[in-house]
């Protein structure tokens, strides 16, 4: 796939930029401020020369027809001045028994579509679907000798050469690593849970946060972009903020992460219980409170001990200290009973 950028007005970027997509790596970079390719991927020295040349001879035709087109759309719609951007996506595909299947192309201007093609190998034609551009049957005739003679025999040779110098990464599976998080937020008695998945590959995965067993609407999620890691995987994060209400509610979430086209499903749940403030608070209130009752023991035993000790030569006195320490004990249980109540 290759992801071409052609920028109306004056920018730091080059005027015309194209990537070269295997899957989700890049192979090449192509640019107007050298005219040259610049590889991101292993490439074999032998295709080098070949390579430059098609890519000299793609990216250029491609300049230009992105060039009248964005000038054509800018006049269109009244544009005069500032910035404005024209790009394209397109690519082909090799099925699972290494036959060729589509080719598609996508045009945008500003952010708004504006063009499709998808030529058809089966059927030797093109669909067009155009916006502000005016199209006749020699245009299509054109459109339909450039793609079947052209684009998509280098296409399909590209991307052959290249998925069987990086098969053992594209093709790779790497499970992802999921985990449920949870902060307690600053500003309130809320927490807000997230479900992180990472260190996945390919990228196109599932994550679904779930309350009570029903989807949580989008418009209550934060995040949910895939992002790249530096090891070449990739990670998704998607979290949600819990209200102090819907904690004491005792709502049950749970996470469900699956991979698409596999086979693979892991499902995470947590218990809502143990995210709840006044559970926390009132743990440490309880653990101070052993803790105080269990040293005033400690120092009142200590203290008996050592008056029974000074007076320990007085045996008429004994009975009377023992008498006074069950009474002290009896005493310091009673208090500790009447704090924890």
């Known amino acids: 796939m290759a992801l071409a950028t052609y920028i109306v007005g004056q920018t730091p970027f080059p005027e015309f930029s194209a990537l070269l997509m295997l899957d989700d790596m890049q192979i090449l970079y192509y640019d107007s401020a050298t005219w040259s ?151 309130s008695q809320g927490l807000q849970i997230s479900c992180l998945a990472t260190g996945f590959y390919p990228r196109h995965i599932n994550l679904t946060l779930f309350r009570d067993g029903q989807p949580v609407d989008d418009e209550h999620i934060e995040g949910g972009e895939i992002l790249p890691n530096g090891d070449g995987t990739y990670q998704m994060r998607k979290s949600l903020v819990i209200s102090e209400e819907e904690l004491r509610e005792g709502h049950k979430y749970n996470c469900t992460m699956k991979r698409l086209n596999l086979d693979n499903k892991l499902d995470i749940s947590f218990d809502l219980a143990e995210c709840d403030p006044g559970f926390f608070s009132q743990s440490v209130v309880i653990s101070v409170l052993v803790f105080m009752c269990v040293a005033v023991l400690i120092i009142t035993a200590l203290i008996i001990w050592k008056k029974r000790r000074a007076a320990g030569k007085f045996s008429a006195h004994s009975s009377t200290s023992k008498a006074h320490f069950r009474e002290t004990k009896h005493q310091l249980r009673y208090v500790c009973v009447k704090i924890f109540e």
């Not at 269109?76 to 500032?82: I, K, Q, R, S, V």
């Not at 996508?106 to 067009?128: C, L, M, R, S």
Request: hydrophobic share 30%; aromatic share 10%.
């Open 37 to 187: 390719t610049f590889h991101r991927s292993p490439s074999v020295s032998k295709y080098r020369n070949e390579e430059k040349s098609d890519a000299g001879a793609v990216f250029r035709e491609m300049y230009n027809d992105m060039k009248d087109r964005a000038l054509y759309i800018k006049k269109h719609l009244n544009h005069t001045d500032g910035v404005h951007v024209h790009q394209r996506i397109g690519g082909c595909e090799l099925l699972n028994d290494d036959k060729p299947g589509l080719m598609k192309t996508w045009d945008a201007f500003d952010g708004q579509n504006v063009g499709k093609y998808i030529f058809d190998t089966e059927k030797h034609d093109v669909q067009t679907k155009l916006t502000w551009m005016p199209w006749d049957q020699l245009k299509q005739l054109q459109k339909k000798v450039l793609y079947e003679n052209i684009y998509h025999p280098l296409c399909i040779k590209v991307l052959r050469r290249y998925l069987n110098l990086e098969k053992n990464n594209v093709m790779r599976k790497v499970k992802p690593r999921v985990r449920l998080l949870k902060k307690p937020l600053t500003d």
